[in-house]
C-alpha cells in the first residue's frame, strides 16, 4: 500500500506539472494576435517544446563543418483540413562516417565566414576527407576551438563580466577584439597587459557607460567561499558546485555554439553566476570566523567581542556589493527610455490606413506588436514579418482577423506550403516572357502542374522569372497609395523580374505572389529595408517613405542609400507632423549599445534626415532641406551621439560629412564650418587612438585619416581653403608627421 501510494502521488504530481502545458494549447487555440509557433494540437506542442525551429546541434558524435553525406527525407504529423496528416519534412542530411568524430564542436557551415573562423583554429591543418571540399580537424583542434571560443570567449568571459569587471557593452562576436567586449579589471597594469593602454580611447570607449570595474573583489570573495565551504561541508559544497557546472559550463557544452552569435549570451548562463553568489556569501562568514579565530589567539573573545566581529565582517563585504551597485547602476538604469515604442510607433505610422507593413527580424516586429497590443498604436496595420514567413503556422495567420486588420487575401492552401513544403520552390522558365500572375499561380497551385526532378520526385514550380501584375488605377488613388498627381504615370500593370540566373524563390517570395496575385491595390504595402532579402523583381517599384518603403505602382532606381521616387510633399508631412523623435532625443536616459546599434546603424537616423534633405534639394526646397538637417543635430546631439564613432562600423562618419555638404547646400556655411571642425577634432583623436595601435587598427587609423581628408574636399570645393589647411595640418601635428 505504501509503494502504490507513493507510485500514484508521483504520478499525480507529474500530471499536475505537465498539464501546465494545456495552458499553451489553450491559448494558441484562441488564436491571440501574438502566437508563436501556434501550438494549438498536440503534436505542434511538441515542435513547440522541443524547440524544432531551432535545428539540431551535434553534441556526443556528428559531423563537421563540411563533412560529406546524402539528403534524406523524413515525415511528420500536423493537422490539415480536419485531420492530421503526415507531411514531409525538409530535407536533411545523413553524414558519411568519414565527416563524423567525436565531441563535435566546429560543425555548422550555415554561412561561408563560419568555415573561415573555423579554419582560423586549424592553420592549415586537419585530414582530407573524400567528397569534401575542406579538411576536417583533428581532435586537438577541434578542442583548443572549444576551450577558446566555446568555453573562454562565451562562458569564462561573461563569468569575468560578473565578478572581475567589463570593458564596454559593445557586442564581439569573435575572441581577438581587443578595444570591445573583453572584460576589464580595473587594475591598470593587469588591463593593459592584456588589452594594451586605451586611456587615449575616445569618449565614448573610455567612458562607455557599460565600463564596469570591481578590480577582482567579487572574484576573490567568491574563491575564498569555495575554499570556506569545501573545509566545512564538503557534501554541501559539491551541491553548489554542481548547480554551478550544470547552469554553466553544461550549457555550454549543450548549446555547442557556432561563432558569429547575433548577440551576446551572457544571459543563459545567469543560473551559473547565481550559482558563485552562493560562496561569495559564503565568504563573508569565512571571513568572520577568521576574525574571530584571530581574536580567540588574543584571548579577547567575548560575545561584545563576536558581535563586533560580525558587524566589521558585514561592513568589509558589503563594500563588494556597494563597489559593484555604483559601477552598474548607470548602464543597468532603463528609465526614461522609451525609443523601442518610439521607433515601432514610426514604423507602423509609415503605413496607410488598414496597411500591411513587411519586417523582417525581432528588433523590427517585437516593438511593433508591442505597440499594437499594449499601447493601441495602428491596431490596423498588419505587421507580416518574414523571418517567420518560412514558417506554416505564420502564414496561416495571415488569413485571420487580427485586431482591427482584415485578413490577407491568400489563394495558396495549406498544403502547399506546410513546414517542409515548397520552402524553395523552383523556377521553371522555358519561354523566357512576361506572364500575368494569376496564370503563373493557377500552374503553381494546379495539383497536375508538376515539375519532374531528377530523382523522380514531382514539384510545384513558377513558370517564368517575369511576371506581371495588373494595377487597379482607382484603387491606387482612392487607397493613398499614390497622390492623384501622380495619375498619369500610373500603368495598367507592373512586371516583377527576377534574375535569369535565379533557380528557385524562397517561401518567403512565394508568399509574396501569391499575396500580389491577389492584390487590388486596395491597401498600402510598406517594406522595412526594401524587403530586405526578397528578390523577386519588388525592390523596382518602391517609393522612399522615410522610416519604410511603399510599394508603388511606379518603377524607379530607388536604392537603401539613394532613394529615387519619393512624393516630397507627402514626406515633408510625415517627418514634420507624423514621425516623433522625442524619445530618442531626450538627455535623461543612458544610451547602451543596442540604441547606438539601431538609431546609427540599422535606422541611422542621420542617414534618415541626409536622405530626405537630399530629396527636398532635389525638389528646389533648401528650406526643407535646412530644417531636416538642423533636426538631425538636434536630435543627436554630438555629446550624446558622437560624430566620430569608427569602432561602431557604421556609416555615422560618412553622414556627418553629408550634413556639411547640405549645410553648405543650404546656405549655411557658418554651420558647415562648425560642423566640420568639431567632426575634424574628434576624427583627429580617433585617428591618435587607433595610431597607438597600429598593427593591430591599421584600417580604423586610415580611415579617419581618410575622413580628414574627405570633408577637407568638401570645404575646398565651398572655397574654404584655409580651414580645409587648417584640419589637413592638425592631423599631421596630432600624428607628430
Known sequence: QVFANTVLLCFTMIVIGFSLFSICIIRSSAKTPTNENQ????????????????GKNPLIYGQYFDAPGDIVYDTYWTPLNGKYYKAPTPPAMKYDASGKMFFPRMWCNADDKYIRFYESYMNGGGKKVDGAEHRKPTFGQNLFFFFDFQLNWMYWRYFMWNFVGRQNDIHSPTPGEIFEGNWESGIGFIDKARLGDQSNAPDYLRENGGKNHYFFLPLLLGILGIFFQ?????????????????????????????????????????GSFYAFCIWIGLAVTALYTAFEEIMDGWGKSSEGGKAAVAVASTVVCLGVPTLMASQNWDDHDRSNRYTAVEIAKNYLNSVGPDGILVTHGDNDTFPLWYAQEVEGIRPDVRVVNTSLLG???????????????????????PEQYLYGTNDWPFIYDTRNTVIPIEDVMKVFKHPDAKLTLQSGKKVDYIISHKISVPVNKENVIKYGILDEKYADLIPDEIILTMP?????????????????SNYNWDRPINLLSMGGDLNMGIKEYLMFDGFSYRFIPIRNKTKLSTPDFVDVEDLYHKMTQVYTFEAVSRDDYFIDYQNFYTYCGVMSLRQLFVSVAKQFVKAGHEDWALEMIDKAMEVQKPERFPLNMTEYGFSNELMIMEIVNLYYICGQPEKARDLARAFAAETCRNAQFYFDFYEYAKPDFESNCQYIYYVSDILRDNGDEHLADEIESNLKDTLGI
Open 230 to 270: 569545501f573545509g566545512r561541508d564538503k557534501r554541501g559544497s559539491w551541491v553548489t558546485f554542481l548547480l554551478f557546472f550544470m547552469t554553466g559550463i553544461a550549457i555550454v557544452l549543450y548549446l555547442n555554439q557556432p561563432p558569429y552569435q547575433v548577440r551576446e549570451r551572457d544571459y543563459a548562463y545567469a
Open 500 to 516: 535569369e540566373d535565379k533557380d528557385y524563390i524562397s517561401k518567403q517570395e512565394l508568399f509574396m505572389l501569391d499575396l500580389l
Open 391 to 413: 514558417t506554416d503556422w505564420h502564414i496561416d495567420q495571415m488569413k485571420w482577423a487580427i485586431n482591427e486588420s482584415a485578413p490577407l487575401a491568400l489563394g495558396i492552401g
Open 39 to 54: 501550438p494549438d494540437n498536440a503534436y505542434g506542442l511538441v515542435r513547440y517544446l522541443s524547440r524544432e525551429q531551432y
